[in-house]
C-alpha cells in the first residue's frame, strides 16, 4: 500500500515522489510536502507560523495569532476562511455569501483506483500499485460535505486528484466554483511551462517565470482549446530537458476550464486548476452531489523529459482504454485535402486502390458524405448517406474499399448543426441560442444542446444507423467551432451556469455509449486539429488529429509542444501535398515521411496523383512504420533539439524501454554556405552495448552506447531545403 497514516499525517508514496497532507489540531487539512521521494516524517515542522498583518485568524485558533489560513498550505482552500489567496471553491450554502469553512471528518482507503461517474479518469487493474485515499472535509456550520480523491499510481509517479461535492443539508446549495484540486508550495521562484496556440498552430511552448500575483490560463470556449491546453508544468529555474525537479498538472476535461498560479505575500506558490468558472454555476439540491474533473499531477526529479515520460507511459497504460491501444494503429488516408467537398465513390475508390499498392491500411471518408453538404454552410446534423453524391450506398463503398484489403472509415461532426439543414428546420430549439437574440456563428454553424435528452437521443440514433449500416472501423470524431452565448430551452434561468459542464457531461455520454456499442472501433479525436487535445478525450479517443496544419515544419513545432503532456503514439500526423495548403510551403516527400512518422501515420493526399518517385518514396515510408511502429507507439521519446531554440535542425528520438533499438528523426530548418558541423547524442542506451546503425536504412557503422551517448554522432550536411535523415540503431546480435 502506497498510503501511510500515522497521527492524521497521509503520506502517499510513488516509485520516486512523496506526497504529504495532515489534519491538523483545528482539523484544517493542511498540505505539507510534494516532491522528491522521501520519508513519512511529518513535515508540517516546515511550516512556519507568525502573527502577520491583516491575515484573518481562525476562531478555532482562540487567542493565537500566529493561526491563519492566508499563509498556511492546503489542501483544498475555500473562499470565506481567511484565506485570500486563489480558492477552489465558492459555495453559497443558504444564505446568499459565497463562502464556507472544510474541517476534515474522515478518511477512507482502498486499493485500486476510485471513479468518476460519468467523467473521465485513469484507471488501474487489481493486479497494479494503486491505491486511492478519500478524505472527507466538512463545514464547519452545514452539513455540507467535500470529498477530496487521492488516486496514487506509484509505477508512473503520477498522483490523479478529484473532489465530490455533496449537500446532506435540507436547502439548496449555489456552487459558483469548484475545482479539481489545489497544490501549495513553501516557495517562488519557479517557471511555468504552458502550451497556447491558436488554429492551425496548437501547443507552442512557452516557459515564463512566475511573478507576485496571479497567472492566469483559461478556456471559455466550451471546449478545452487551440488557444491554451489544460497542461501546464511548474519547474525549477535550473530544470532542463534531462535534470530537475518539475511538476505537471494535466486535467482530463474536455470544456472549458482554467488554471491559476499565484505568488503570494510570503513568496509562496499556489496553483488551482478546474472547470472554467467565469458563467460557472451549479445548483445543489438536498441529497445531490456534483463531481469534478480529475487532475493527473506528476512529479519528475529527472527534467522535463522524465516528466513526460511519467505522463506517457501513464496515460498509454491507465487512461487509454481502446482495443486499439497496444495495436498498430492503421496507416491510413483520409480525402480530406485530397478531394475537400468533391468526390464521389469512384474518386474515393481510385485513391483507395492507390492506398492498397502502396499497402496502407485504411481510406478514410472525411467531410461531406451526408445531407446536403458540398460545401461548410449547410447540412451538419442531416446524418443520412447522400447516395446521390456518392454514387452508390456507404455499404457499397465501404464493401469495395475492403475488397482492396483496407479498412474504412468515416468523419462525423456530431455535435453540430448548419441552420440551412432537416434538423435545424423540425428543432430549431436543438441548437444552444440565446432566445430572442440571433446567434454568434462560427464556420457557418450552430452548437446542438448535449445537455438535452433527446438531442443525446438523436444523435446516437444517427451514429448508430450509418455505423450499422457498413463495416466502419474508425470515427473521427470532429468539433469546428467554439462555444458562444449558449443556452439550453430546457434549463430555467438560475441553472443556465450549469450548461457548458452539462454540455460535456453529455459529450462523454453520447462518446461513451458508442465505445460500448463498438468496442473494436478506432476512435480518433479532432477538433479543428487539435482544438480538443486534452487528457480527457484521450480516455475515449486513443489518437487525436494534432492540427490542421499539415505543414511538415510547423509540424514540428505543434508535435513538440504536444510532446510535453500527451504520449506520440495519440498524435494524429499526415504527409500532404506540397506546396502546403495551410502556408504554401514546400518540403521534400521524405520530411513529411518522417514528420508524420512522429505519431500515428497517414496520408492526406490525392494518391492517384503522385508521381512514381514519390509512390516508390512513400512505399519506403509505409515499410519504415510497419517495421518500427514499436519503437514509435511504445519507445521512450526524448526531444533530442528545441524547434523553438534551434534555428538550424530539429531532432527526437524513440528509444525502446530496454535499451536495445532506437529511432532518431532529423529535420533541417536552414540552410548555410560553408556550414558548421551538426551532432546530435542519443540517450536511453546500454553504455555497454555495441550498436549498429543504419542513416536513411543505409549501413553507417557500429559504436557503443556510451559514444552514441556522450560523443554522439555527427549528422550529414543538407543537401537542400528543409531536408532530412533518419537515424536507426540496434544492439548487435
Ligand atoms: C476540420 C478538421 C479537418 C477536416 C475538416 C472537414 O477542420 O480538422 O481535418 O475534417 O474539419 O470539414
Redesign the pocket.
Known sequence: MAIIIKDNVFTLQTQNSTYQMKADSKGVLLHTYYGRKTDETDYSYMISMADRGFSGNLYEAREDRTYSLDFLPQEFPVRGSGDYRISCMHADLGTGVRDCLLFFHDYRIWHGKYELEGLPAMFASEEEAVDTLEIILKDSQEEFYVHLYYGVFEEHDIITRAARVENRTDKEIRLSKVLSACLDMDHDGMDMIHFFGRHAGEREMERVPLFHGVTELRSTRGTSSHQHNPFVILADKTTSEEMGACFGFSLLYSGGFHMHAEVDQFHQTRLVMGIDDSVFTWSLQPGEYFVTPELAMAYSGQGLSGLSHCYHNGFQKNLIRSAWKDKRRPILV?N?EAT?FDFNAEKLLDIAKEAAELELDMLVL???WFGKRDD?YSGLGDWYVNEEKLGCSLKELADNVNELGLMFGL?F?PEMISEDSNLYRSHPEWAMVVPGRKPIRGRSQLVLDMSREDVRHYIKERLFAILDSANIQYV?W?M?RSVAAAYSALLPRERQGELRHRYVLGLYEVMEAMLKRYPDLLLEG????GGRYDAGMLYYAPQI?CS?NTDAIERLSIHYGTSFGYPMSSVSAHVSVCPNHQNGRVTPFKTRGICAMQGTFGY?LDLSKMTEEEKEEAREQVRTFKERYRLFQFGNYYRITSPLENRDFTAWEYADKDGKEAYMGVVYTDLHGNPAAQSVKFQGLLPEGNYVMQKDNKPAGTYTGAALMNGGILLPVPVENYDSCQIYIRLEE
Open positions: 483520409n480530406w475537400y472525411d467531410d461531406g461548410d468523419w461532426e473521427k470532429d469546428n479532432c477538433s479543428g486539429g488529429w490542421d492526406e
